[in-house]
C-alpha cells in the first residue's frame, strides 16, 4: 500500500506541475528556466506604456509571481526588522492584502541583497515565502492568512539568503546553503512537517533548486560552492553530483531540452553543461563541456534557440555560448550593471540593469542590442528583480515600485 501511494502521490505531484505550466507561480516561470511561451508579449516600452505603477510600502528584490487575477511579491520593511507577504490585483495594481509575517532584529545581509529577495511559489490555493534566518519558510493561503511556518536555522554568514522555494509535487523543496549547518529540506506544503533533509557542503549559497525527471524519477536540482547536485525528490538521497573548479553558489542552473546549464559565481568558475543521470560523481561522464570564462557574482544563464547566454554582473558584459561544445561564439558589451537573471519570449532575451532599463537581445542577428527600453523610473530605485511576462503584460520590479507594461489578454 505504501509503494501505491507513493506512485499516486507522484502521479498527482506531476499533475499539478501540468497545471503550474499554465501560471508564472514560481522562480524562472512554467519551465524554471526563464523562458515564455506566450506569443503576443510586448517587446518595446517607456512609461507610455503603462498599464499600472504601485509604489510598495518596504523594499525587496523577489519576483512577482501570477495566478490567475493575483500577484505576490514579498518585502523587508525597517531595515529588515518585519518581513511581509504582500498580494496585488494584476488588473489595477491595487494591494488586496499585505501580511507581516516576522518581526525582530535583523540578521547580517549583503548591501545587494537585504532581506526579501527569494521569490515566491504557489499553487493557487497557498503561497509560499522564504526570509531565511527571518522566521524561515511561511505558507500563507491566497487571503494571507498565515497557515503554517517553519524556522529553518541560524544561516550563519554574512550575505543573508536568497534561494527560491520550489514546488514539487506534494512538497516544497527549500535550499538551506550557509557557511554552517547546510542543508536542503523537503516539507509536506500542506502541513509543514518535514518529509527529508539531506546535509549540504558548507558555503555561502543563493541558488533555487530545479526540478527534472531523469529516468521517470524527479530529482531536485541544485547549484553550489563545490558543484551541481541532484536529489531524489521523493527521499532526499543524493542522485549525482558534478563537480566545478571555483565554484559560490549563486546562479541557479537552467534547465533546456533535457540537459542543465551552469555557471559559477567566482571568476575562472566556468559554464558547462550535463545530461542528468548516473550515480555518485558523473563528472567526467556526464558533464558534456566545460569552458573557462572571467566574471563574478553572475545571474543565471538563459538559453535561446541554440545559444547559452552569460552576463557578467560589473561591467555588464554577454557572452554567447554554443549549447553544443561551448564554444563562445561572441560577446558583448552591455554596460551599466545587471544582477537580475534574465527572461526570454519571441526569440528576444530580457536584461534588467540595475537602473531599469531594459536591454533587448537578439543572439541570432549581427546587432545583438535589439533596443533599451525605460521606464523613466526615480534614481533612488533600483532593478536586481527578474521581471514577469504574464498574458500579454510584463511585470518589472524595482526595489520601491511594481510596474505593470501592456495590455491585459482577453
Not at 543563493?206 to 524527479?218: H, L
Not at 523610473?377 to 526595489?399: A, N
Request: a neutral charge; glycine letters at 12%.
Amino acid at each position: 500500500m505504501k509503494k501505491l501511494a507513493v506512485v499516486i502521490s507522484l502521479f498527482f505531484g506531476l499533475s499539478a506541475n501540468v497545471i503550474l505550466a499554465e501560471q508564472w507561480a514560481q522562480w524562472r516561470g512554467p519551465e524554471q528556466n526563464g523562458l515564455s511561451n506566450e506569443t503576443g508579449l510586448p517587446t518595446e516600452w517607456s512609461a507610455k506604456s503603462l498599464a499600472w505603477k504601485t509604489p510598495l510600502k518596504g523594499d525587496g528584490q523577489s519576483s512577482p509571481v501570477v495566478w490567475n487575477d493575483r500577484l505576490f511579491l514579498t518585502e523587508s520593511l525597517d531595515q529588515g526588522r518585519q518581513r511581509a507577504v504582500f498580494c496585488i490585483n494584476r488588473n489595477d495594481g491595487q494591494v488586496l492584502w499585505h501580511c507581516v509575517v516576522w518581526t525582530g532584529d535583523p540578521e547580517p545581509s549583503h548591501g545587494m541583497n537585504r532581506w526579501a529577495s527569494a521569490t515566491c511559489a504557489t499553487d493557487g490555493t497557498h503561497v509560499y515565502a522564504f526570509f531565511g534566518r527571518g522566521g524561515g519558510l511561511f505558507c500563507l493561503s491566497m487571503d494571507g492568512d498565515v497557515v503554517w511556518e517553519k524556522n529553518l536555522g541560524p544561516f550563519e554568514g554574512p550575505w543573508g539568503t536568497a534561494a527560491c522555494p520550489r514546488l514539487v509535487g506534494d512538497v516544497v523543496i527549500q535550499n538551506c546553503d550557509a557557511d554552517q549547518d547546510a542543508y536542503i529540506v523537503a516539507l509536506n506544503k500542506k502541513t509543514g512537517d518535514q518529509v527529508w533533509k539531506t546535509a549540504r557542503p558548507n558555503f555561502r549559497g543563493w541558488s533555487s533548486p530545479v526540478a527534472v525527471t531523469v529516468d521517470g524519477k524527479s530529482q531536485a536540482v541544485v547549484n553550489g560552492h563545490t558543484g551541481t547536485y541532484a536529489y531524489d525528490v521523493l527521499t532526499g538521497k543524493e542522485a549525482w553530483f558534478v563537480k566545478c573548479t571555483n565554484g559560490r553558489g549563486s546562479p541557479t542552473v537552467t534547465p533546456y531540452k533535457g540537459s542543465i546549464y551552469v555557471v559559477n559565481g567566482l571568476s575562472g568558475g566556468g559554464a558547462y553543461a550535463i545530461s542528468p543521470g548516473g550515480s555518485g560523481d558523473v563528472t567526467a561522464s556526464r558533464r558534456t563541456w566545460f569552458t573557462k570564462r572571467g566574471g563574478r557574482d553572475l545571474p543565471s544563464p538563459i538559453v535561446v534557440g541554440n545559444t547559452m547566454l552569460v552576463m557578467s554582473l560589473r561591467g555588464a558584459i554577454l557572452s554567447g555560448y554554443n549549447i553544443k561544445s561551448g564554444e563562445e561564439v561572441w560577446k558583448e558589451r552591455i554596460g551599466g550593471q545587471i544582477s537580475a537573471s534574465p527572461v526570454s519570449f519571441g526569440g528576444l532575451a530580457f536584461f534588467v540593469n540595475e537602473a531599469g532599463e531594459t536591454v533587448v537581445i537578439d543572439p541570432a542577428a549581427e546587432d545583438k542590442i535589439v533596443r533599451r527600453n525605460s521606464l523613466t523610473p526615480d534614481i533612488k530605485e533600483i532593478f536586481r528583480s527578474s521581471i514577469t511576462p504574464s498574458e500579454g503584460q510584463v511585470l518589472i520590479r524595482s526595489s520601491s515600485v511594481l510596474y505593470c507594461v501592456g495590455q491585459r489578454a482577453k
